[in-house]
């Protein structure tokens, strides 16, 4: 009982980074740009950084919102790069500031005396220590995310998967895109802080991408994605304990383990259409 209890708050963190990640990672694989999130992870851990370096507490209010800062101003330059007939692919650009911004980070670091248990937290987390108090304000916030992208899912979804068909309806890619990026830095600022970047990615991307191997509609892959990312947050939180092994870093090779698991099943039982059985 004193096990489920302590492992509580973390696994309740865990089923929001899913619910809130599984959503936004559908549009992230539709776009083709994959890495956009560890990128938008890595510039909000470099702000995260630079608050530590101004002297302000890394957990405090302000350091937050000096990270979210460096947060938007990635999205910007994200959502203004974005063009689909560009010699200079999008995804060239995100991997080159993710380079930059974990380069700028390690120096950074450096130069804070003390602080360099801080820079391996912000890679893989350290999300047994979450409270629930964290847990209850991500909460709130992700609420609120994902209200905003109901009300405006139709718009976000046509520029996700139909950008041609968006045009032409007179949508402005670039302010819908800066819009989904600036909403997309709120849900990423907070989820490094709790899990770090590689979980963050692995909430975003994994759900996803084992989903797309079942299923082709927006309402399965999102069904599948959840389960999957409950599945996978329990297990690995459980095995982090029960093994004394670093539960960001656990959870993660969890996700690996789980989508070789899927992928085989889908050869080995599926073929076709997605979702029909061997």
């Not at 390690?106 to 602080?115: D, L, N, R, Y």
């Amino acid at each position: 009982m004193e096990v489920l209890v302590f492992l509580a708050a973390p696994f309740v963190a865990s089923l929001i980074l899913t619910g809130i990640h599984a959503y936004l990672g559908v549009h992230v694989v539709e776009r083709g740009v994959i890495f956009v999130d560890i990128a938008l992870a890595q510039i909000a851990a470099l702000g995260s950084t630079m608050a530590i370096l101004a002297g302000m507490d890394v957990h405090s209010s302000k350091a937050y919102w000096f990270s979210l800062g460096f947060t938007f101003l990635g999205a910007a330059v994200i959502s203004v790069l974005r063009s689909h007939n560009d010699r200079i692919p999008q995804e060239a650009i995100i991997g080159i500031t993710y380079a930059v911004a974990s380069a700028a980070a390690i120096v950074a670091m450096s130069k804070a005396v003390g602080e360099t248990e801080h820079l391996k937290d912000m890679l893989v987390g350290n999300i047994l220590a979450v409270s629930w108090d964290e847990v209850r304000n991500t909460a709130l916030l992700y609420a609120a995310v994902g209200a905003f992208h109901y009300i405006f899912r139709r718009k976000f979804l046509l520029i996700s998967m139909h950008p041609e068909q968006a045009v032409a309806q007179g949508l402005s890619l670039r302010w819908w895109d800066f819009l989904f990026y600036m909403s997309f830095g709120f849900v990423v600022t907070s989820s490094v802080a709790i899990a770090g970047v590689l979980l963050v990615f692995c909430y975003l991307i994994v759900p996803s991408v084992g989903a797309m191997l079942f299923a082709d509609t927006i309402g399965r892959r999102l069904a599948i994605g959840w389960a999957m990312g409950t599945l996978v947050s329990a297990l690995g939180v459980y095995l982090s304990l029960i093994v004394d092994l670093p539960t960001g870093a656990t959870i993660v090779c969890t996700f690996g383990a789980v989508l070789v698991l899927m992928a085989v099943a889908r050869a080995l039982f599926f073929r076709g259409s997605r979702g029909k059985p061997a």
